[in-house]
């Protein structure tokens, strides 16, 4: 899917999200609200923990 399609149909569920956005979220240069991160989900028919990965890896303990 492409950052348009993806910006799209993220705005038909009402997120205010273009594709340069979506752009700077995969380059990790804006955070995702959670808001989005679910609505992201729903688009891509993906769990959070799916779309997130592992976050373990990132565990300081």
């Known amino acids: ?3 348009e ?3 799209a149909q ?3 569920l009402g997120v205010d999200i273009n594709q340069r956005l979506i752009s700077k ?3 990790n ?3 995702v609200k959670d808001y989005e991160l679910a ?3 729903k688009v891509l ?3 959070e923990r799916e779309l997130l990965g592992d976050l ?3 565990d300081t303990e």
């Open 25 to 27: 979220i995969e380059r």
């Open 1 to 3: 899917m492409s950052q």
């Open 5 to 7: 399609m993806l910006a």
């Open 45 to 47: 028919h993906v769990t």
């Open 56 to 58: 373990e890896q990132f």
């Open 29 to 31: 240069e804006r955070f």
């Open 39 to 41: 609505c992201f989900c």
């Open 10 to 12: 993220m705005q038909l």
